[in-house]
């Protein structure tokens, strides 16, 4: 587990493994992202959302790379940024 981004590290590591599409019937990420939103508390999105700015403001200038050198995930993601947008609106829904 990445000390600096443990949250981050879940849902990337636990939640999109390179079994997630048999583990939740589908290979659909915002069905899987919107599990992981109700599966934590708020007190996890929180820090998630934290880690998720921390990520983003230390490697802007080159965030896909580090992502993929950081988390080394089983699966591809299209688009990094995109991908940690998609977290943060789903969390910022969820947390109101």
Same mark, same amino acid.
Do not use: R, W
């Given at each position: 587990?990445?000390?600096?981004?443990?949250?981050? %590290?879940?849902l990337?590591?636990a939640?999109f493994?390179?079994?997630?599409?048999?583990?939740?019937?589908?290979? %659909?990420?915002?069905?899987?992202?919107?599990?992981?939103? +109700? %599966?934590?508390?708020?007190?996890?999105?929180?820090?998630?959302?934290?880690?998720?700015?921390?990520?983003?403001?230390?490697?802007?200038?080159?965030?896909?790379?580090?992502?993929?050198?950081?988390?080394?995930?089983?699966?591809?993601? %299209?688009?990094?940024?995109?991908?940690?947008?998609?977290?943060? +609106? +789903?969390?910022? +829904?969820?947390?109101?």
């Amino acid at each position: 587990m990445h000390e600096d981004y443990p949250h981050l %590290d879940q849902l990337v590591g636990a939640y999109f493994n390179q079994d997630y599409d048999l583990f939740f019937g589908t290979d %659909d990420i915002e069905f899987v992202l919107d599990f992981y939103v +109700k %599966d934590n508390s708020a007190e996890c999105l929180h820090q998630l959302i934290q880690e998720i700015a921390d990520f983003e403001f230390k490697y802007a200038d080159c965030l896909e790379e580090a992502f993929y050198k950081t988390f080394d995930p089983d699966i591809y993601f %299209d688009d990094v940024p995109s991908f940690l947008g998609m977290v943060k +609106k +789903k969390v910022q +829904k969820q947390l109101g």
